[in-house]
């Protein structure tokens, strides 16, 4: 039995100080139930996605589904840190093919600039260890993905001109997204003269504090037939999932996140996939820092280990390229509103799949793509492909 | 494909100032690997719920799973508030019956006597709703469920003897109880003689604050007899959840909670449940008041709405009455570690299922038993039903 998704909706991401996080989610989810053309009753179970480490709310999923309408639907909150999207999409998933449910929605949501108590300082801006780096040494995100730049860059001479493309593509993108946090786009020029965060991460390779929303309704094939919406159904063929130390010190290496690859393994092998760049059409990669992306594409086997820079300096993700990566503006521009994230991505590449991207389209082949969602530093790893 | 437990595990509860947040994970899930007689690279998926309010870490479950060897098989964390731990049995569950692993352990663990920061003491305590109810009136727990209280008192005469009886009991039971976090018997005279923390609850109508971790290693049917675990196995024969609203102005009334009458509704059709005193030999029931055990007699259909008070002083939720209920000291006197409890529950019936629960055990007719989980205050409830 196949589960398919049947409906997707996406919050403006931004700063949204206009809305509370449940007038937020909702945003999502009525765009989803429109877009799918059921009605809320249909829908059996709500599983909400939310890291909420800012949020006032102590049991966020209750507040969120009953503004939404599934009070009685909502006995479960998921995190996996900034994967938490995809472990959302996945619990719905696996939901439907256990015959518990046959209409799941996941909502992912975030709000990141609404709490600023201690805790949003404390541990808002870190990964890692608490015991052996946070406490220790006061390593945060920038920190973290500066030391997988330099370990890049010393090993394999990617440069920081390869590190700001990734940005200047992203922002182009992003900039025909009316869903995105930053619709402008940038030069190369500005990107490599703005100020360091952490050598050698500038300000623009880096995503920036998002608030937002993401919502997916997910089927099981009889209900998709029952429903009448075959036609519309993007089918979700391949899940992967791995997690890795929380100790960066006992990482073998920086240059790649083996979380990735050990779930894009696994979600190939599920999604029949020997050759991504040749199957896939599309790609959302999770690049909350440009090094990201370029550890991304060689992580999940669209280049050679170490060909990252020139992957992107020969436009192989871009329009017209090998496979067009973060169509929609990525986390860079788009935004990263970590619940939101997963879901927003599994959105992007449904419309995608569906040819309604717009001036973003890409040319469908194969008519499959993938998602890649990672949680700190590749503490969790999320990749799904999806199929019509 | 049925689902079942092949190995429990469970920490001894109490104030645990021995042990890191990781440390006690590891006991319950030594404990289960140990029972389950299998090796841990058996073990393909591990969830972890963990409420967390109380916790330094970030991303709780990467350090918990990296601790417990599952590096790069934990990719999920789960919440449902103190109904966290069934959230964890459920994923595990769903896991195994969409055919992405096989063999899942799922971890329930809280340290809650760790942290004192402003979270803790500000959300640590409450449920309900931010806006409307804590950011007003700072209702907590005790506040909540003493509504509950006072108004099954005034509708159906339900008595503070009646209440402390079930304190009474769940102690008698736990002192027999070696992880039990008050393995000590109270008189009738002491509990009624306590002071009140919120009239009508007096101190030993609450559950106290308790670090504690439980796990439950869950197979495929096919993999258990792989496994040549068939004689050990409880299966998971029934599954129920419900949600309700996070505003507790808007509950119809006070004597008893939707979530449970909902989430038992749908495990019993889904297990063949007719009745449950007759077809049901034991029961883990949400005690972290007094009255919640008596409210649960009631919505799990036990007895009829407003005899809650009369079953706990007939003994009919007493060993040798109609249904033992919370044989292993409950919430109450077990204690109630907020992401361990499910698991925990689910540990005491499988114990009691396999004929191993010494002392304690109950005389067994249908080997069939319930767990039944809150979170908050009805926000989130879950039913399981085993079997072997």
Not at 16 to 34: G, H, M, P, S
Not at 113 to 137: C, I, K, M
Request: proline share 3%; net charge negative; aromatic share 8%.
């Amino acid at each position: 039995m196949r589960v398919g998704i049947i409906g997707v909706g996406c919050s403006k991401f931004g700063v949204r100080d206009d809305v509370t996080l449940q007038e937020l989610a909702f945003e999502a989810v009525k765009e989803a139930i429109e877009d799918a053309g059921i009605s809320k009753e249909d829908i059996e179970m709500s599983v909400v996605g939310t890291a909420g480490t800012r949020s006032y709310e102590l049991m966020p999923a209750v507040p969120i589904n009953e503004y939404c309408g599934f009070t009685g639907k909502g006995p479960i909150r998921v995190e996996a840190a900034c994967a938490t999207g995809s472990a959302a999409v996945y619990t719905a998933y696996s939901t439907i093919k256990s015959g518990i449910a046959d209409v799941v929605i996941a909502i992912g949501v975030e709000k990141m600039n609404e709490v600023d108590t201690p805790t949003s300082l404390a541990v808002g801006g870190r990964s890692g260890s608490y015991l052996w780096e946070f406490h220790q040494y006061g390593t945060t995100f920038p920190g973290y993905y500066a030391m997988h730049a330099s370990a890049h860059m010393a090993r394999y001479g990617t440069t920081e001109k390869q590190l700001a493309m990734v940005a200047v593509k992203n922002h182009r993108n992003a900039a025909k997204n009316p869903k995105a946090q930053f619709q402008k786009e940038i030069t190369l020029e500005k990107a490599l003269s703005s100020r360091y965060v952490a050598y050698p991460l500038r300000l623009f390779d880096c995503s920036a504090i998002t608030d937002g929303s993401a919502a997916a309704i997910l089927a099981s094939e009889e209900k998709i037939k029952e429903l009448g919406l075959k036609d519309q159904a993007v089918w979700i063929e391949g899940i992967g999932y791995s997690s890795d130390t929380a100790n960066l010190s006992k990482r073998i290496d920086y240059v790649g996140l083996k979380a990735t690859v050990e779930a894009s393994r696994m979600a190939y092998k599920m999604a029949k996939i020997d050759d991504p760049v040749k199957q896939l059409d599309v790609a959302a990669l999770h690049d909350c820092f440009t090094i990201a992306e370029i550890m991304a594409y060689e992580d999940l086997g669209f280049c050679k280990k170490g060909e990252g820079g020139k992957f992107i300096e020969n436009g192989d993700s871009d329009f017209g390229g090998k496979i067009p990566v973060n169509t929609f503006g990525g986390l860079k521009a788009k935004g990263h509103p970590l619940g939101a994230t997963g879901v927003g991505m599994v959105y992007e590449i449904v419309k995608q799949l569906r040819g309604e991207a717009g001036e973003l389209q890409v040319d469908l082949k194969n008519y499959k793509g993938l998602t890649h969602n990672i949680g700190g530093t590749g503490h969790f790893g999320w990749v799904f492909i999806l199929g019509v």
